[in-house]
């Protein structure tokens, strides 16, 4: 059966259904897709069974789940699993059933879905369902312990940054009733723009906190990870730029503080997932671990400097994992933070360095090309060719691979 029921800048969360980038798809998946639909529309479940079970290579890759999950249809999804098909993938059923049933959604998770998506998912489904706007489903999923603040992987923001920012053409008194609902659970925006010019006063690190916000045009939020001993006290935070942006930061606020001069900061993609289930995983955890590991080393020796290189080898960076197959960082001192800090020139601004990856075949020299290499960095612009792999890459590479990135990277 079918179950069908102060400063203030543009962020752009409308709350539209997300649509991954149109990736074309292989024949054999393609003649699947098609006739998988047809048996979807005409409730011949067996037919789509018997389609999916003979065609299981292109299974994942046709979206079938994902098309029976948005026509709410519980026994296309029974025939589908019977099948083989997983619930957890780059285009998941359950963020697709969030939409608008209910039904689906608790069947879902009965066999086994996990309430937030995988780490990878592009998005969560508590997002999907207050988009749709359907407070049934975002019901069903609170209640089954949904992140309320997870953010999504192709723009920063909440659930409740999609209700309160519905589309053009939807209807205000649901979304305002979906918005009503979440803030009285506990949902937040930790990545809302509309902030007041106090808003990091009090916390550790809250120069750096402003000061990588306004240098990079973008949102800081919670922190990551809270490192505190009885000589430190420095959080890892990660902040997203604005919407349909592609990258993002980790970095330490609170160093100097600790006694340090300076604050560290990687960049990744923005679909480098480091939310809160994300860093529960090893892979995606590695770079804020790395960052940790480095700021603790450098407290208790020398710092770095501009054209530095680290090998594996180096007291900072040696015997601790790194976030990827690279075997060299290069110490950079970004203009867009250089700049800004010696327009406020306040004495208590700390440097800002950043380790970007040598993803070069051959090793970079110390010394003048290490230099010259990390001058050019620091004057790379926050554009697309920024997360490339060529001369202008400032980014870790990522981890993992999915469909809907093929045509982002």
């Known amino acids: ?126 997002c999907s369902a207050a988009s749709g706007p359907s407070l049934a489903c975002a019901r069903v999923l609170v209640e089954a312990g949904a992140d309320l603040d997870r953010d999504g992987l192709l723009r920063p923001g909440s659930a409740l940054n999609s209700a309160e920012d519905p589309p053009p053409n939807g ?51 919670p922190p990551l990870i809270e490192h505190k001993s009885a000589a430190t006290h420095f959080d890892v935070r990660r902040c997203r730029y604005g919407y349909r942006s592609y990258f993002q930061g980790l970095f330490t606020a609170g160093m100097t503080a600790s006694g340090g001069a300076c604050e560290f900061v990687l960049v990744t993609h923005s679909f480098w997932p480091t939310h809160r289930g994300a860093i529960k995983e090893p892979r995606f955890r590695a770079p804020v671990d790395f960052l940790a590991t480095v700021a603790q080393r450098t407290l208790e020796s020398s710092e770095p400097v501009h054209g530095d290189v680290l090998d594996r080898d180096h007291p900072l960076v040696g015997g601790v994992t790194w976030p990827g197959a690279f075997n060299q960082w290069l110490v950079v001192e970004h203009e867009s933070i250089k700049l800004l800090a010696a327009e406020i020139a306040d004495p208590k601004l700390p440097k800002a360095l950043f380790l970007v990856p040598v993803l070069d075949k051959k090793p970079l020299k110390s010394g003048p090309e290490a230099r010259a290499r990390a001058d050019f960095k620091a004057n790379v612009k926050w554009e697309k060719p920024a997360m490339k792999t060529g001369k202008n890459n400032l980014t870790i590479p990522l981890c993992y691979s999915a469909r809907w990135l093929n045509d982002l990277l």
């Open 1 to 126: 059966m079918d179950d069908t029921g102060s400063d203030v800048r543009n962020h752009g969360f409308h709350s539209q259904p997300i649509r991954e980038p149109t990736v074309a798809l292989s024949a054999g998946a393609l003649n699947l897709a098609r006739e998988g639909r047809e048996a979807l529309e005409t409730r011949n479940y067996d037919r789509l069974r018997t389609l999916c079970m003979e065609n299981a290579e292109w299974l994942e890759e046709s979206r079938l789940f994902e098309a029976a999950a948005f026509r709410g249809s519980i026994a296309g999804c029974e025939a589908l699993l019977s099948a083989g098909a997983a619930l957890e993938s780059d285009y998941p059923p359950l963020l697709a059933a969030a939409y608008n049933a209910p039904g689906l959604v608790k069947y879902l998770l009965s066999r086994g879905a996990l309430v937030d998506g995988a780490a990878t998912a592009v998005s969560s489904p508590l």
């Open 171 to 221: 209807d205000r008194a649901k979304y305002a009733a979906m918005a009503e609902y979440l803030r009285s659970v506990g949902a937040t925006k930790p990545w809302e723009y509309r902030r007041a010019s106090t808003f990091w006063e009090g916390t550790v690190g809250q120069l750096t906190t402003m000061l990588i916000e306004a240098g990079l045009g973008l949102v800081a939020g």
